[in-house]
């Protein structure tokens, strides 16, 4: 008859070693399933903000955008036309101060017909789009009325007023092109 | 009680508009319209005689507390306008305070 053997150290390091390896594998399996199913919720969060910045998107460019485009055109055209007379030599304060009246009348008539419309899309759109034409208008009003700027001599009039106008214009295209559809 | 707002004491040196939503606060501020507005029964807004311009962009920043207290007719009844000189500020005044008071919807 053989006697017992006792387990030998080896053996039990090597069960203990097991236990630990089980329970350490069942450890990071639960964390991995918890893991996974937060990124699951955040995805489907994400995916669904997506979306519903895709039919801002959408909406923003087809009953905002696409039916306005060629009165922002226009809008910029017939400034260019208002402003012409400034290049005149001798022109009077009076008639300075007619010219400045119908540009600010276009541009109240712009705010009406687009800019409130962006605003209710986004208000912080319509505000950066509202504040960048009244730049435009305060700026032709000081170079308007400054008299130590001479607008009929050609390079002076395309730096203090076409060139503000152009700027404007590209200005607002940037903001419209460059909305995300977040507010 | 009537109290006075006169825009000659606000004018920046040398410049004969009044333009830039900066300026408008800083009006708004200095000349304590808000305070009076509600204070006083009527307010005599005092615009130069020798003015050029005052852009909407002033107006809407130097009004806008007072419009929104007080809406378009309540600030009609309460501000007198003494404009005498060449430049006629009602338009851009009329412009201002409907920027003021446009309702914003957001559609989503």
Not at chain 1, 67 to 94: H, R
Not at chain 1, 149 to 171: F, R, W
């Amino acid at each position: 008859m053989c006697c017992p053997q006792l387990p030998s150290t080896l053996d039990t390091i090597a069960d203990y070693s097991n236990i630990i390896v089980a329970i350490a594998t069942l450890a990071l399996g639960w964390y991995i399933f918890v893991y996974e199913r937060r990124r699951d919720s955040h995805d489907r969060i994400d995916r669904e903000l997506e979306r519903r910045r895709n039919i801002r998107l959408e909406w923003f460019k087809a009953a905002i955008i696409q039916p306005n485009l060629d009165y922002i055109y226009d809008f910029y055209g017939d400034l260019f036309d208002i402003i012409k007379p400034l290049k005149q030599p001798g022109i009077t304060l009076a008639e300075k101060s007619i010219i400045l009246q119908e540009i600010k009348n276009h541009g109240a008539d712009f705010r009406q017909k687009f800019i409130d419309l962006v605003g209710a899309v986004d208000e912080s759109l319509r505000s950066r789009i509202q504040t960048r034409l009244d730049e435009l208008v305060d700026v032709l009003t000081n170079n308007i009325f400054d008299e130590g700027i001479n607008l009929s001599h050609p390079p002076v009039y395309n730096e203090k007023i076409e060139k503000p106008v152009n700027t404007s214009k590209s200005d607002l295209f940037k903001l419209l092109f460059s909305y995300e559809g977040l507010n | 009680m009537k109290s006075i707002i006169d825009l000659n004491n606000y004018k920046a040196a040398g410049s004969k508009v009044f333009t830039g939503r900066d300026r408008g606060q800083y009006v708004r501020e200095k000349s304590n319209v808000d305070k009076l507005a509600s204070e006083a029964d009527t307010i005599e807004l005092v615009i130069p005689d020798d003015i050029y311009s005052i852009n909407p962009s002033f107006l809407e920043e130097f009004l806008v507390n007072v419009v929104q207290k007080l809406g378009k007719a309540g600030f009609w009844q309460k501000f007198v306008i003494v404009n005498t000189g060449d430049y006629k500020i009602t338009s851009d005044l009329d412009e201002a305070i409907d920027r003021i008071l446009r309702s914003n919807h957001a559609l989503i």
